[in-house]
């Protein structure tokens, strides 16, 4: 089982809203990243947990606040998004952060509109 | 910044194979090649990695050339629902930044009838 589950698949908020995108994995890993993806773009990575601490943030604006509950669980918290934060958000695992042959899965995403 | 270069589009016709070729001039010994693919509106499905040798796995083929400096993913027997883009993606180096996993512009492959 290769599974990474995010919910919901689709979100509309408004900008003055407050929001979460969920992510969830059964595998074990101990690895969770956070993706953003525009349209006609290749997904670029916005943060990286580790042994549920945060390892990476990719200059990522206040925004958006990641949050690790668990080691099965990831979330992103949205306040305050701006029209161009709509996009599709990505979540993905692996079994740990080693720079070595391991693989990422990625989940279906989650198609945010901000109005 | 993406450490790989692709075509930005390609065509195959159905049944034959897709050979999808990948620079990666800078790569370090200690870094993967990885393939990902990209169908439309869905997230990216991890097909096969790489350090040295050729891999086969029930999706494709992957070709390393004995320098490293190159790959090329083949789809031995291509079908329409092969159409997507592809992601050559070179995964690995220092200990901060082995886990990134950064996607450059891809290849879109149309697998035509």
């Known amino acids: 089982d290769t599974e990474v589950t995010q919910t919901p698949k689709h979100l509309v908020m408004g900008m003055t809203n407050k929001k979460s995108l969920k992510c969830e994995q059964h595998?074990?890993?101990?690895?969770m990243y956070w993706y953003k993806q525009k349209a006609k773009k290749p997904p670029e990575l916005m943060f990286v947990?580790?042994?549920?601490?945060?390892?990476i943030n990719e200059s990522v604006p206040s925004r958006f606040s990641p949050e690790c509950p668990n080691s099965s669980l990831l979330n992103l918290h949205l306040h305050a998004l701006q029209p161009e934060d709509s996009a599709l958000y990505l979540c993905?695992?692996?079994?740990?952060?080693?720079?070595?042959?391991?693989?990422?899965?990625f989940g279906e995403g989650s198609w945010l509109t901000v109005v | 910044d993406a450490k790989t270069t692709q075509p930005t589009s390609m065509d195959c016709a159905e049944g034959r194979a897709a050979n999808l070729p990948c620079n990666h001039s800078?790569?370090?010994?200690?870094?993967?090649v990885y393939w990902y693919r990209q169908i439309h509106s869905q997230g990216p499905q991890y097909i096969i990695h790489?350090?040295?040798n050729n891999e086969t796995n029930e999706m494709a083929s992957l070709i390393i050339t004995e320098d490293r400096k190159s790959s090329t993913l083949i789809l031995p027997h291509a079908t329409l629902r092969d159409t997507a883009v592809y992601y050559c993606?070179?995964?690995?180096?220092?200990?901060?930044?082995?886990?990134?996993?950064?996607f450059g512009q891809g290849t879109e492959l149309s697998v035509k009838p």
């Open positions: 993606i070179v995964r690995g180096g220092g200990v901060n930044q082995g886990g990134k996993l950064i």
């Open positions: 947990y580790s042994y549920e601490k945060l390892s």
């Open positions: 595998m074990g890993h101990r690895a």
């Open positions: 790489g350090l040295k």
């Open positions: 993905a695992s692996s079994q740990d952060w080693r720079p070595s042959g391991n693989t990422i899965y």
């Open positions: 800078t790569i370090s010994g200690n870094e993967y």
